[in-house]
Every structure is written in structure tokens, then in C-alpha cells.
């Protein structure tokens, strides 16, 4: 079964510790009373999650979980990378109650996404459904939201809707990313040949796309 994943890597220098001062701690940053919903970003905290989610597109998530405990969490931002990364370094029950912390507390449709892609990972296919379907409800311009959104669809085959909301999300990407082969399998799944024709014409899907698609659309089939 197709994932939508996440990957790792970090070092620990050592030196001279008793002849430095104590720096200055940022506290614990799992401590979900400091949970924090503001949206209002400093260009000192954008620099910081600048370099976070650069050490993310590189999949050196232990790297940027480092640096994004290196400060104070003080917004919406940081706790939502802060779910991220904990997934993503295997702490899934870690990420599920900062996402909770996040729904109960902010209700935005990025909390609401973090934790149905937790739930999901952690195989709660039905309870990620209901977190995606609200994620997508509260920001349908989402092409990432829409994407995952119609892959559980899949995954629960619900062909049909999965087909319009992965169609939405390939427009909104313009063709990039997994979404491709999600819709592909959509299309196949719902003998929609002219979708597929489309998808050839429109953002020049591959014979071996196809090929792949329609060996999955047989495991999703099943």
C-alpha cells in the first residue's frame, strides 16, 4: 500500500563543557501548555523556519527538530513542524498529542491534516479520514490537503469522490507531485478513460505512470 512518507540523519559534537557558560535553554519544548496559535511570524522566527524546513526538503529531519528546539515555539508555525518532525523521526504518539493539542486548541485545517496523516501512519484509516475530510473543509485550496484527502478515499473505495477531490488537487499543483499517480489509479478504478486522456494531454502522463498506476490500482482494487 502506497505511503506518504517522511526521512532522517544527526551528529553530537562534544567539547570544553566545563569551561563554557550555561546557555540559554528555550525550555521544554513537548510541554503542550505552551502551545501556541499565533500566526503572527518574526523575520527572526522566519529565518529559523527557513532553516528548518530547508533541513526538511533535505530529509534531515533529526537536524531540523534540533534546531527548531533550539528556541522558544511561539507560533502556530513552529508547533505544526514541531508535529512534523516528530512523525517523521518515529515518535508517533508524540506527534498525535501535539496535533490533538493543535485541533482542541487552534482547530485550523493544518492541525486538523497533521493529525489525520498521524492517525494514518499509525493505520486509524477512519478516524485520518474524518481529520482530512475537516482539513479539506477548512482550507479547500489546499492542493497537499486535497491530495491526501483522496487518497483515503482510495483507500476506503470511495472511487468516485476520490477522482474529483485528487482532480482538484492536480489542477490546484499543476500536476506535480504523488497526486499524479493518485488520480491515474482514480481514473482506472472508476474505467474514467477520458480522465486518463486528459491527464496525457494536459500534464503529459507517461505510458510507464500509467503502467505503475494501473499496477496499483489493482492493490487498491483487492
Avoid at 113 to 132: E, I, P, R, S, Y
Wanted: charged share 25%; net charge negative; proline share 3%.
Amino acid at each position: 500500500m502506497q505511503k506518504i512518507a517522511m526521512g532522517i540523519m544527526a551528529s553530537v559534537l562534544m567539547a570544553g563543557c566545563a569551561s563554557q557558560p550555561p546557555s540559554e535553554k528555550a525550555g521544554d519544548p513537548y510541554d503542550l501548555d505552551r502551545l501556541n496559535c499565533s500566526a503572527r511570524i518574526q523575520p527572526e522566527q522566519q529565518v529559523q523556519l527557513d532553516m528548518v524546513d530547508n533541513l526538511m526538503n533535505r530529509e534531515r529531519n533529526h537536524a531540523a527538530l534540533a534546531q527548531l528546539e533550539a528556541k522558544p515555539m511561539e507560533t502556530v508555525d513552529h508547533w505544526v513542524r514541531y508535529g512534523q518532525l516528530q512523525a517523521s523521526t518515529g515518535h508517533l504518539g508524540e506527534a498525535e498529542t501535539i496535533f490533538q493539542g493543535l485541533v482542541d486548541r487552534c482547530g485550523t485545517g493544518r492541525s486538523h491534516h497533521g493529525l489525520g496523516m498521524v492517525l494514518l501512519k499509525q493505520d486509524k484509516v477512519l478516524k485520518a479520514l474524518h481529520h482530512l475530510e475537516v482539513a479539506r473543509e477548512r482550507t479547500p485550496a489546499s492542493a497537499q490537503v486535497r491530495n491526501d484527502y483522496g487518497y483515503v478515499l482510495l483507500m476506503v473505495g470511495d472511487y468516485e469522490d476520490a477522482a474529483y477531490e485528487l482532480r482538484t488537487a492536480m489542477e490546484l499543483g499543476d500536476g506535480k507531485g504523488p497526486v499524479r499517480q493518485n488520480l491515474a489509479v482514480a481514473y482506472l478504478l472508476t474505467d474514467n478513460w477520458g480522465g486518463l486522456e486528459w491527464m496525457k494531454k494536459q500534464y503529459d502522463l507517461s505510458s510507464e505512470e500509467r503502467a505503475y498506476a494501473e499496477r496499483l490500482a489493482e492493490q487498491f482494487g483487492r
